[in-house]
């Protein structure tokens, strides 16, 4: 898609497949001071937010979360049955900066920046 026109979308926030592939296939990581946010979100404590909806990830020596998957499936445990994010307003980094029809490379990238901050 000419790049323009995405970057037009994106402020409007489009909402092609290519995007919801992502929160089907690998949730997106959260930068560490978003866990108090996501988990007063649900009116819950960050450990008991963690708990509830959070992967834990060890890569690389760092220690990083992301929302859970659906048991038994990769998908995001807050990708809804209309094909919506359920924590919209409150979701992960990654997931607020990395679009589908983006390159690998930036995907890479994005999730480096993450993981830095995870390690301060
Ligand atoms: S994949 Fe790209 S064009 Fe499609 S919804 Fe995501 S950002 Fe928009
Ligand atoms: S938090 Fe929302 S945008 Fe991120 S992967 Fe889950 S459903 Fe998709």
């Known amino acids: 898609m000419e790049k323009k026109l995405v970057r037009k979308q994106k402020r ?8 919801k592939e992502c929160c089907k296939r690998e949730p997106g990581w959260f930068m560490p001071d978003e866990i108090a946010t996501a988990a007063a979100f649900f009116s819950l404590t960050e450990p008991e937010f963690i708990n509830k909806y959070c992967n834990e990830h060890l890569e690389d020596n760092t220690y990083a ?31 607020r900066k990395v679009f589908g029809c983006e390159g690998i490379t930036r995907h890479r990238k994005m999730r480096d920046i993450i993981k830095r901050r995870w390690r301060r």
């Open 12 to 19: 409007q926030g489009c909402t092609c497949d290519k995007c």
């Open 65 to 95: 979360l992301s929302p859970a998957q659906k048991v038994g499936t990769t998908e995001c445990i807050f990708f809804n049955k209309k094909g919506e994010c359920d924590i919209h307003p409150v979701k992960p980094h990654e997931c």
